[in-house]
């Protein structure tokens, strides 16, 4: 293949994989737990980090990371605290990070809100080496986190009470995923983009739900659906100049229109199986 001559597709395809497998792997907990615009509000945040790299002539990444996790973590103690709804705290993440980050820009030498174009919706010919590192590094936390620690944080995401009473750190972990969430959105943010990383912590786990059953089924199905897509649409964008992003999820898409095809006569062979076996076992108590 022609294009693993370029160094710059070997960084983006790098970065493809390791979007796949981290944006799926903490998306699953974030649909259990039904915070899937998480995803949304840490990126507007984190683009208020990317702005303050061009104003300070910084690395973007690293700054969009700090940033980042300073909002998902604040976001997370206003929702355990109850002060405001989490609706409310999304919404301020959003509208707040968005405007931030356009001002910020704007204040930068030279600074055009076009600048911000590759990190919004992604591009990947603007992965950097020094991306890459920071990406490396960025995704090995995270995969840490969500491999390491599924169990508690699963049971975090199930029911907080039941995890508080089995002596789990509860509000540890929340804080954990918030800032394992915000890692996240800056580990894909080079090749999905900013607006658009959240359909890659929501979309695979969706369709790989379609076909599973069990958590760390989906988990496993999901972080193969997340590689898949990122590594194919990365390809795709080689070959017909589109953007990187927009091609990742519009895959994710048809992936997971396939599956939910594919998976409506199981879902109803298992339905009649299932009404089977109800039906014998009340033939068989009549008979007792």
């Not at 700090?66 to 605290?81: C, D, Q, Y």
């Not at 169990?151 to 009473?165: P, S, T």
């Not at 229109?257 to 109803?268: K, N, Q």
Request: overall charge positive.
């Amino acid at each position: 293949m022609d294009l693993l001559n370029y160094a710059f597709m070997q960084r983006a395809l790098l970065a493809a994989v390791l979007v796949g497998l981290t944006a799926p792997a903490i998306g699953t907990y974030l649909v259990q737990r039904r915070q899937a615009v998480m995803g949304d509000g840490i990126g507007h945040v984190a683009l208020t980090g990317v702005a303050l790299g061009f104003l300070l002539n910084a690395s973007p990444v690293w700054l969009a990371t700090l940033v980042a996790v300073l909002g998902a973590v604040g976001m997370e103690l206003i929702r355990s605290r109850g002060r405001t709804s989490g609706d409310i705290a999304l919404a301020m993440l959003f509208y707040g990070g968005l405007a931030g980050g356009v001002m910020i820009i704007n204040l930068a030498p030279g600074g055009s809100t076009s600048n911000l174009t590759s990190y919004l919706f992604g591009s990947i010919t603007t992965v950097s080496a020094e991306d890459i590192t920071a990406v490396v590094v960025l995704a090995a936390f995270v995969l840490a986190v969500t491999l390491g620690l599924r169990r508690q944080l699963f049971a975090v995401c199930q029911d907080e009470e039941f995890a508080r009473v089995t002596g789990l750190p509860v509000r540890l972990l929340n804080l954990l995923l918030a800032v394992t969430a915000a890692v996240t959105v800056t580990v894909a943010m080079r090749i999905v983009g900013l607006l658009l990383v959240s359909a890659m912590m929501v979309i695979p786990v969706a369709a790989a739900q379609r076909v599973t059953r069990g958590f760390a089924a989906t988990l496993a199905v999901a972080m193969g659906i997340g590689v898949l897509v990122s590594l194919s649409g990365t390809v795709a964008t080689y070959y017909i100049d589109a953007p990187s992003g927009a091609t990742i999820v519009l895959l994710a898409i048809a992936v997971f229109t396939v599956l939910t095809a594919l998976s409506a006569p199981l879902a109803r062979r298992r339905a009649e199986a299932a009404r089977a076996a109800e039906e014998v076992c009340t033939r068989d108590d009549v008979k007792v």
